[in-house]
């Protein structure tokens, strides 16, 4: 519950809908006791002219009250003597009259505490909704490879929609049920006190079943969440790669994985729904029998005429009255159970560290001019983990081309990644210019950066807002120079709204070479001066390949590049190869130095690559020799002629 009451605490922010919605519940909870009231003392003087007379507790509690208020006891004298003076029907007219104006109040009231509550609900889940997701942005990046996608998802959309429940007008009209149980109690109390310590014996039997169901729904709420965030996992991920399961022929295994998800959430919220329907008959059935007991008990003196069937009638209209608050006890309770479990899950997230801030008091970074260096840099995703980059110490001078190769897990993207600071070194650090990267801003360190990466990231937005990208005040002149510097302009053009077409979720309308193109256009248009390659040629073929390759020469140029290398033959021209073992920088030089040793692990990964290629044919000659055959089959063609030659038709 602490956690429940420290979500509470957030819709404090919008006390005036608070304080609203409360007037609006003592308003409604004043006219429906209003209501009944007018009805119950005044029923015998309307019906069989019985004269209106106030039971002693209410006159030992005016006696009370007059101290406070002079007078009091004799205005309700002189208002009782007017009513038993008063003509039945108008006095009947008056009753009625009375009943309608309370109705309506009590109904704009109502309105009133429902919509006011809906916004405070509403704010609080936008409002939580939103923090979560600035949160998210915050998070280390190996907080997202440890948590599932779908789980995110479900806390950020399910979760908050369970946790806006609890702030719902549903909520609130329980909550003004309840809130009328100590007026009934009190009346109860006032007109019958021994009965009603009798009727109070029952209170156990009737708040048991409704903490231990309520118990119960909280963790079946909670395993439910968890049902949620992995349909919604398995959704991301079969949607994502709908073509790999297609291709292996995997249809069927999908759908069984799907059902029998959706199967174990129909269970849980079936076995959740039949404990929160079973309240309701039980509390009525507990309280029923309570009000029964006492009944049998009351009646008695009533039948040997020692007490009156109003005041009878009054106490067990209260008792009675009774039992619509403790069903929304019981829902009260149940939402605040499933709410607990979401609010649990949700500060779970809010409550991960942010491990990666800004320093106080970070400056902004100048403009690269002279050098990047690794001092002793050791990097660990964990602190009790054996650390994927280990002592490494490296210069790179502005302007330079660095290629960076080695085996795969050699933690080639960990280091290029350490440079935006995505992760933070563990010991050692990094300067620009001199200037550590850790005291300086986010904002000024990642804007000097570009970033192209095997795994093209676009967005489902239009080709010109995935160039500019988060930029609106880019002029389309600029957007196009730097399509055409990225051999996407042909293209672009050719798509049914050119730049203005919608590209798809990841960009699926365009080909590889085409995402590639525009993710390099990205990069052109940002003009960074360092720029990050990740191997941003491969899975590509030729003709994409030579375009993207033309699009990346005009991108490196006059930049320091950090440019990962599986194919050696993508970066034989750097300025310098890094190459990296286990963590290790063990060879750094031109190709031709890192050639020439015969020893060195550039030398085998060289040989490894190139040994069946030898006796090949280079995949250039065969693109040369495919293009002449077309341009002989397209001569063939031309002098064919247009019309088959008349035939001979002689003997």
Known sequence: MRQFFRFLRNALRYKPWLL???????????????????????????????????????????????????????????????????????????????????????????????????????????????????????????????????????????????????????????????????IYMAVALFWNWKMSLLAAIGLPLLMGPIVHIGQRVRRLSKKTQEKVADIISLLTETIIGIRIVRAFNMEQYEIDRFEKLANRFRSLRISSIRREAAISPLTELVGVTILVLVALNLFLPVLEGREKLNNVAMFCGALLLMLKPFRSIAKLNNIVQRASAAIRRIYTLLDTPITIKEAPGAISLPPLQHEIRFEHVYFAYEPDAPPVIKDLNLTVHAGEFIAIVGPSGSGKTTLVNLIPRFYEVTSGAILIDGVDIRDVTFSSLR?????????????????????????????????????????????????????????????????????????????????????????????????????????????????????????????????????????????????????????????????????????????????????????????????????PPPRNNKP
């Open 447 to 643: 804007q000097q950066i570009g970033m192209v990466t095997q795994e093209t990231v676009l967005f489902n937005d239009t080709v010109r807002n995935n160039i500019a990208y988060g930029r609106a005040d880019i002029p389309l002149e600029q957007i196009v120079a730097a399509a055409q510097a990225a051999n996407a302009d042909a293209f672009i053009r050719e798509l049914p709204q050119g730049y203005d077409t919608l590209i798809g979720e990841h960009g699926v309308r365009l080909s590889g070479g085409q995402r590639q193109r525009l993710a390099i256009a990205r990069a052109i248009l940002k003009n960074p001066r360092i720029l990050i390659l990740d191997e941003a040629t491969s899975s590509l073929d030729t003709e994409s390949e030579r375009l993207v390759q033309e699009a990346i020469d005009r991108l490196v140029a006059n930049r320091t590049v950090f440019a990962i290398a599986h194919r050696l033959s993508t970066v034989q021209h750097a300025d310098r190869i890094l190459v990296l073992h286990d963590g290790e920088a063990v060879q750094i030089g031109s190709h031709d130095a890192l050639i020439a040793d015969e020893d060195g692990l550039y030398k085998k990964l060289h040989d490894l690559q190139f040994r069946d290629t030898t006796h090949s044919i280079p995949s250039g000659f065969l693109d040369f020799i495919k293009m002449k055959i077309r341009q002989a089959r397209d001569r063939r063609a031309q002098r064919a002629p247009s019309s």
């Open 20 to 182: 609203l919605a409360l007037i609006s519940i003592l308003g409604v909870s004043t006219f429906e006791l209003g209501s009944m009231g007018t009805i119950l003392p005044f029923f015998g003087k309307v019906v069989t002219n019985e004269l209106v007379r106030l039971p002693q507790p209410v006159i030992t509690a005016l006696d009370k009250f007059s101290v406070l208020i002079p007078n009091l006891r004799t205005r309700v004298d002189h208002l009782v003597d007017q009513i038993n003076h008063a003509d039945r029907r108008k006095l009947l007219i008056a009753i009625a009259v009375f009943l309608v104006t309370a109705t309506f109040l009590k109904g704009l009231f109502d309105f009133t505490m429902k919509v006011s509550m809906e916004i405070v609900a509403q704010n609080v889940m936008r409002d939580f909704m939103s923090r979560m997701y600035r949160h998210l942005q915050q998070l280390p990046i190996q907080y997202f490879s440890k948590t599932r996608t779908g789980e995110l998802v479900s806390r950020i959309t399910s979760d908050v929609h369970l946790v806006q429940a609890a702030l719902s007008a549903q909520f609130v009209d329980c909550l003004a049920e309840a809130a009328r149980l100590p």
